[in-house]
């Protein structure tokens, strides 16, 4: 396991520009010692990771991201080690998809009014099983020209103040740890300082999550802001929670990076230690 550590990344599978084995390539391209594959609310992508890893000494940590949400607010909750045939959770993660998809139909419907889009457009930029999101919307919106980028078409277009957001189904985070939990997994929360100190996670509310068994914080990630990381490592340090760093990396779709962020091997070590759903595949 040699070489940096980095624990949330998209493939196709999601809304990577990636197949899990490309993926996997560019992970040992780029001097990586441990990737953890966590697409969306999926684990289609694992058997072909592993397949890719062999013979590089690359350890592929199998895992999702998980869809959350309270209110209106999304939370993602980063899921290590489950195991992929737990009922519970392939049941959630289907209802999950099939909502997204649903969603993403109804974005489009919207869009169409205004924009020369319709969903053959949004197919088009997806893989065959993959989780369907509003990345691919963003990148019906390029290829279309109405946007230059798919971070131009979020931060404009599909920004929520423009009218066509349109929620999905998700459960509440502690049912999602739960879900975690009860298919031998791992449960971090992903890049929960994204919104600023001002929308950091309550620490009751937090509390509630720890006493329900969340195991870390991804602190270490672009796009939490400066002030709500200073919040966030305070959380950790008083409720005992691991300090992870990722990339985020979906491919061509952000301009995250393998490695830019990453995390410390004792952390990996602890994590490795408590799940109990799947295992981690040394290439």
């Known amino acids: 396991m040699a070489g940096p550590i980095d624990l949330h990344t998209h493939s196709t599978v999601s809304d990577g520009t990636e197949s ?6 560019a992970a040992d391209t780029a001097g990586l010692g441990t990737l953890a594959i966590t697409d969306h609310d999926s684990t289609a992508g694992w058997d072909e990771a592993f397949a890719a890893a062999a013979g590089t000494g690359l350890t592929v940590v199998p895992g999702m991201e998980l869809s959350a949400r ?14 992929p045939d737990n009922p519970e959770l392939r049941e959630e993660t289907l209802k999950i998809r099939e909502a997204r998809l649903t969603r993403a139909e109804a974005i489009v419907s ?9 969903w ?3 197919l088009a930029q997806t893989t065959h099983g993959a989780t369907v ?8 919106l390029v290829a279309r020209g109405a946007a230059v980028d798919r971070s131009a078409a979020f931060r ?3 920004h929520p103040k423009f009218g066509y957001y ?14 975690v939990l009860a298919a031998g997994g791992v449960p971090v929360l992903a890049h929960p300082g994204t919104r600023g100190i001002d929308n950091v996670i309550a620490e009751e509310n937090l509390a509630a999550l720890v006493d329900a068994g969340l195991f870390g914080l991804e602190i270490h990630h672009r796009e939490n802001t400066p002030d709500a990381m200073g919040r966030l490592f305070e959380y950790a340090d008083r409720f005992r929670l691991v300090v992870t760093g990722s990339s985020d990396y979906h491919g061509a779709g952000k301009p995250n990076r393998l490695g830019e962020n990453t995390t410390e091997p004792e ?13 981690p595949f040394v290439g």
Do not use: N, T
Not at 20 to 25: D, G, T, W
Not at 133 to 140: K, Q, S
Not at 267 to 279: D, M, P, Y
């Open 20 to 25: 899990p084995s490309e993926l996997v390539r």
């Open 70 to 83: 309270h209110g209106w607010v999304s939370v993602h909750v980063l899921a290590y080690l489950v195991d």
């Open 110 to 118: 919207r869009l169409a009014a205004d924009y020369d889009i319709e």
């Open 120 to 122: 053959s457009d949004v």
């Open 133 to 140: 999101g509003r990345p691919h919307i963003a990148d019906a």
């Open 156 to 158: 404009d277009i599909l």
């Open 166 to 179: 349109e929620p999905h189904y998700a459960p509440e985070p502690l049912e999602a740890i739960r879900l």
């Open 267 to 279: 952390v990996l070590a602890r994590i490795l230690s408590a799940g109990a759903g799947s295992a």
